[in-house]
Every structure is written in structure tokens, then in C-alpha cells.
């Protein structure tokens, strides 16, 4: 085989690799992180009842599996599973109304069919698995602001802007590039932002799934506010925008960890 044809393969095979990244909420980091602080807070049941489901694989591992699988069309289905497209201009109460008569496939009435699957004695073992990979990485994408988005710019994925001179769009700059600009592993991350108050935890285990779709779409309406097309992002924009991302990334895990523990009470 000649250099140019290996180059080629090469080439081919990394493209094939890093497509199915690109489309990964949080990216791998953030979930993980998410899965990491979640793991800190689980009661002594919930983590035999993980392992149960899980075996060896931690929360943090099984964390990104639903973004790994979505190169096989067989799970086409779980697409609109990640999110939850919002109008703009909703007050609470409007959020809820959304969310009560909203019958499409979305992250607010999934979530619960996954605690729903977890609990039952009727699921097998297989669908207990999925249930939980799903449950991880879905209570991540939930924390993540354009994930409450506009449906009309595909979640910001429409809303072209440089991060860092590098062409780049806003939901991408919230899933992947805000994480990793941090340049922490996913262990030094959930060790740096899990530190919140008594009061924080308190408030957080507490907030139903409805408030937390509207703490993520008030998030999401402030950065549609501050950040607009062919906005070039760099330094600033991580200087007011990283506590945010901190606090998202620790209050989904601590929530997960909740709904985890309510499952194996």
C-alpha cells in the first residue's frame, strides 16, 4: 500500500471517529462531570442498586453512551429525546403550561419514563441498563441551557459566532468548547465546581423536573440576550459565563444523585 493511499485511510477512519463527538451534548467531558458529582451523593442503596444495573461501568462512563450510539440509525428515535425547544418570552408559568401539553418526545416527559423503567420489577435487565445510560446522560442535557432552545435556530446550532477565531455556533460553544477551554479532566472538574452550600443542595434535590427546565431556559434566554450571530467569543465570554457553567455542570449532578436515591430508597 503506497504512503498516499494510508494517508487516506487514515484520514477516513479519524472522520469517522470524531463526527459522532461533534454531536455530543457537554461533550464527553461535561457529562462525565455530571455522572462524577452524582456518584459523591448517592446513598448506600442507590450505588448497589447502580451497580445492580451498571456492574463495573460508572456513572460517569455510562454518562455519554446515548451520543455514542447516534451514529446507528436504530436509534433514530432517541433524537428528540436531548432536549426540549422552548418559545421565547415565557414566564414560569407559561414554561409549565408548555411542558404539560407538549406531547412530542422531549427530555421533560422522557426522563420520567426512564425512572418509571428503573423501578419497575416488570424490566429486564437490558432495559434497566438503557434506562440509566439514558437517565445519566438526560438529566446532563437538561442543565445545559440550549437544550431549553429555539426550535426555529435548532437550539443555537443556527447561530453562527468564533470562539477563539475558529468558526464555531452557539450551542456548540455551550456543549464542547466553554468545557474544554477550562482544560481539566473530568475527575478535576466534578473535584473543582462539587462544593455547593447546605442551602444549594437543599434547594436543588428539592426543585421539581419542571422548575429545572425553567432554571435552564432563564439561563438560556440570558445567553440568547448577550450573545449574538458573528459574535466574536474568546476570554470575556468565559470570564462571565464560567460560574454559570459551574453551577450547571454540579446542580445536574446533585439532582441526578436525587433522583437516583428515589429510585432505591
Known sequence: MNMLKKIKISLLAIGLFYVPLQASAWGIIGHRVVGQVADYYLTAKARKGVQSVLGSETLAMSANWPDFIKSDTAFNYLSSWHYVNLPEGLDQK??????????????????????????????????????????????????????????????GNKVTVTWFGQKS?????????????????????????????????????????????????????????????????????????????????????????????AIYK
Request: proline share 2%; with cysteine; hydrophobic share 40%.
Open 94 to 155: 407559561g414554561v409549565f403550561n408548555f411542558l404539560e401539553t407538549e406531547k412530542t418526545a422531549n427530555i421533560y416527559n422522557k426522563i420520567p419514563e426512564m425512572v418509571a423503567t428503573l423501578k419497575s420489577s416488570k424490566s429486564t435487565a437490558a432495559e434497566k441498563k438503557m434506562a440509566m445510560r439514558l437517565l445519566v446522560h438526560l438529566m446532563g442535557d437538561l442543565h445545559q441551557p440550549m437544550h431549553t432552545a429555539r426550535k426555529d435556530d435548532l437550539g
Open 169 to 261: 455556533n452557539l450551542h456548540r460553544v455551550w456543549d464542547e468548547q466553554l468545557v474544554d477551554y477550562q482544560q481539566l479532566s473530568y475527575t478535576e472538574f466534578a473535584a473543582a465546581v462539587n462544593h455547593p452550600t447546605a442551602a444549594q443542595l437543599t434547594e436543588w434535590r428539592a426543585a421539581s423536573l419542571k422548575q429545572d427546565v425553567y432554571e435552564s431556559y432563564m439561563l438560556c434566554n440570558k445567553i440568547y440576550a448577550t450573545t449574538k450571530a458573528d459574535d466574536k467569543l474568546s476570554y470575556r465570554y468565559n470570564f462571565d459565563y464560567a460560574d454559570a457553567l459551574y453551577t450547571q455542570l454540579a446542580k445536574g449532578g446533585v439532582r441526578l444523585a436525587a433522583l437516583i436515591n
